[in-house]
T-cell receptor, first 113, second 117 residues
Framework: DVKVTQSSRYLVKRTGEKVFLECVQDMDHENMFWYRQDPGLGLRLIYFSYDVKMKEKGDIPEGYSVSREKKERFSLILESASTNQTSMYLCASSLRGVNTEAFFGQGTRLTVV | GDSVTQMEGPVTLSEEAFLTINCTYT??????LFWYVQYPGEGLQLLLK?????DKGSNKGFEATYRKETTSFHLEKGSVQVSDSAVYFCALRAPDFYGGSQGNLIFGKGTKLSVKP
């Protein structure tokens, strides 16, 4: 079974802190994604990576950056956490190709106080 | 750009009722279409998919047919159970090319289903 593992289920951080959310997949997938999920807004794409060291901005990249130094790991970085970044963060991975589904991690619920 | 629109929730049904959750899409080219389900406190799981027009995806009693003429992918189940209570997301994936963003999954806003005994 494909496994996508996010480093934390719950996280509480203070405003202004630098926050790292880690995601690891074990199926050699080329693509990895970070989404943010908020009530009434569904899933919104923050960043997408289609290869090591390659990334593309999604719909809401402001205030975030990403790092993909190894194929299996995709990190989301909140440079200076703010309360409006309190949310559920979902990582996903997939093979390249229009017919392939994405596999999701369990999610990290981040609270910024 | 590409987009997915699904019916607003929440939807509340009694056990054994018939379920339809509407989903329509806008996309260039020939996307693949997906339904994902999210149970409380969990990440998203693939429920079913269809990769070309007139394909029917099915799983766990759920079905959806890829209708290119109406750009729709409605989710149906003949008899829902309490255990089907979850949030359902319709999604599309447009044809991708190396170095481009078209490999993204684009999601609808989700429909929360509650099934009462």
């Amino acid at each position: 079974d494909v496994k996508v593992t996010q480093s934390s289920r719950y996280l509480v951080k203070r405003t202004g802190e630098k926050v790292f959310l880690e995601c690891v997949q074990d199926m050699d997938h080329e693509n990895m994604f970070w989404y943010r999920q908020d009530p009434g807004l569904g899933l919104r794409l923050i960043y997408f990576s289609y290869d090591v060291k390659m990334k593309e901005k999604g719909d809401i990249p402001e205030g975030y950056s990403v790092s993909r130094e190894k194929k299996e790991r995709f990190s989301l970085i909140l440079e200076s956490a703010s309360t409006n970044q309190t949310s559920m963060y979902l990582c996903a991975s997939s093979l390249r190709g229009v017919n392939t589904e994405a596999f999701f991690g369990q999610g990290t619920r981040l609270t910024v106080v | 750009g590409d987009s997915v629109t699904q019916m607003e929730g929440p939807v509340t049904l009694s056990e054994e009722a018939f379920l339809t959750i509407n989903c329509t899409y806008t996309a260039t080219g020939y996307p693949s279409l997906f339904w994902y389900v999210q149970y409380p406190g969990e990440g998203l799981q693939l429920l079913l998919k269809a990769t070309k027009a007139d394909d029917k995806g099915s799983n766990k009693g759920f079905e959806a047919t890829y209708r290119k003429e109406t750009t729709s992918f409605h989710l149906e189940k003949g008899s829902v159970q309490v255990s089907d209570s979850a949030v359902y997301f319709c999604a599309l994936r447009a044809p991708d090319f190396y170095g481009g963003s078209q490999g993204n999954l684009i999601f609808g806003k989700g429909t929360k289903l509650s099934v009462k005994p």
